[in-house]
C-alpha cells in the first residue's frame, strides 16, 4: 500500500458515487415542494466555474506563492465569477441561491461560523500526517492508522451532539465543540521533534475532531432551521461549500505560515516549529470562532420557537 499516491484515496469516490446513483434511480421518489421551478442554469455555471477557480488559485499558493501569476490570475477570476454569480442572482426569476436567505441570521452566522471552522479544522489531518511522517518516522499506511481515534471522535462527537442539543441548544452545544477543538490545537501546537503517539498525535487529534463533531451538527442545523423547508437542501449545500471553502483557504495560509517558519531547513526540529505554528494559529482562528457564535448564533433553532 506504501507504493501507492494519496491522490489514489479519491478513487473510492467513483464506486461509491456509482452505487448511489443506481440505488436512486431504483427506490428515491420523487417529490417537490410547491412549484416546479426551472434551472438556473447561468447561475450554475457561474458559481460551479467560480469556485473551481478559487479552490485552484488557492491551491497553488504553498508551491507558488500568494503573488505569482498562476496564483492571482486564477483568484481574480474567481472573484469575479462569484461576482458575476450574485449579479445574476440578484435578477433572476427563480434563482439558484434566492440572496434573502443570506439575510436571515441563522443562515448567515451558521455558514460564517462553518467557514471559520473549516479554515482551521481542516488543517488538521494535513498536518498531523506530515508530522507523524515526516518527523517521527512512521510510513503513509501507519500514520493513517494513528488518526483512527480521531476519525472515530468525530463520529462520536457528531451522535453526541443532537442529544446536547436538547438540554443546552444549539448555539451552546457549537461553542463547546469548537472550545473542545481549541483545546486540542492548543495542545497539539506543544509537539517536539521526539514526541510520543499518545500524546503528540492521538489524545489532541481526539480533542480535535470530537470538538469538531460536536461542532459541525449544530451549526448544520442552525442554518437549515432558518430557511423554508423546500430550501434546506438549498441551504444544507451553501453550508458545506462555506466549509469546503474555508477549509481550502485555511489550508493555504497555515501552509504558508508553517513554510515560512520551518524555511530552508528539513530538520526534524524545524518542521516541527512550522508544524507547531500552523497549530497554534488554528486555535487561535477557533477561540475567535467561539466568541463569534455565542455572539451572533441564534439560541435556539426555529423548531424551537
Known amino acids: 500500500m506504501d507504493a501507492l499516491s494519496w491522490r489514489w484515496v479519491l478513487l473510492i469516490n467513483v464506486p461509491v458515487g456509482a452505487v448511489v446513483l443506481a440505488a436512486a434511480t431504483l427506490w428515491l421518489v420523487e417529490s417537490r415542494a410547491g412549484d416546479r421551478r426551472r434551472l438556473d442554469l447561468p447561475g450554475a455555471i457561474l458559481v460551479t466555474a467560480g469556485l473551481g477557480t478559487l479552490a485552484y488559485g488557492i491551491s497553488q499558493t504553498e508551491a ?171 441551504v444544507s449545500g451553501l453550508v458545506n461549500t462555506s466549509r469546503t471553502m474555508g477549509g481550502s483557504l485555511g489550508l493555504a495560509i497555515m501552509s504558508t505560515l508553517a513554510a515560512a517558519r520551518t524555511g530552508d531547513s528539513a530538520t526534524p526540529a524545524a518542521l516541527t516549529d512550522g508544524y507547531a505554528l500552523a497549530f497554534r494559529t488554528g486555535a487561535a482562528v477557533l477561540a475567535a470562532g467561539a466568541l463569534l457564535m455565542w455572539l451572533w448564533l441564534p439560541r435556539r433553532t426555529a423548531a424551537a420557537h
Request: glycine residues 12%; charged residues 10%.
Open 64 to 234: 507558488e506563492g500568494w503573488t505569482a501569476p498562476v496564483t492571482v490570475v486564477p483568484l481574480l477570476a474567481g472573484v469575479a465569477l462569484i461576482a458575476g454569480f450574485l449579479l445574476v442572482e440578484a435578477r433572476a426569476k427563480a434563482p439558484l441561491m434566492p440572496l434573502g436567505l443570506l439575510r436571515l441570521r441563522a443562515v448567515a452566522s451558521a455558514n460564517v461560523a462553518m467557514f471559520v471552522s473549516g479554515a482551521a479544522m481542516f488543517c488538521m489531518w494535513y498536518f498531523m500526517t506530515l508530522y507523524a511522517q515526516n518527523v517521527l518516522g512512521y510510513s503513509p499506511l501507519e500514520a493513517g492508522l494513528a488518526l483512527v481515534p480521531s476519525s472515530l471522535a468525530v463520529v462520536l462527537g457528531s451522535k453526541l451532539a443532537p442529544r446536547l442539543m436538547r438540554t443546552a441548544g444549539p448555539r451552546t452545544v457549537a461553542v463547546l465543540g469548537t472550545l473542545v477543538a481549541t483545546a486540542g490545537f492548543g495542545w497539539q501546537s506543544t509537539m517536539s521533534a521526539d514526541g510520543t503517539y499518545l500524546t503528540s498525535i492521538m489524545l489532541p487529534g481526539v480533542l480535535m475532531m470530537l470538538g469538531a463533531g460536536l461542532a459541525g451538527t449544530p451549526l448544520a442545523a442552525l442554518a437549515t432551521s432558518g430557511a423554508a423547508p423546500e430550501e434546506a437542501g438549498l
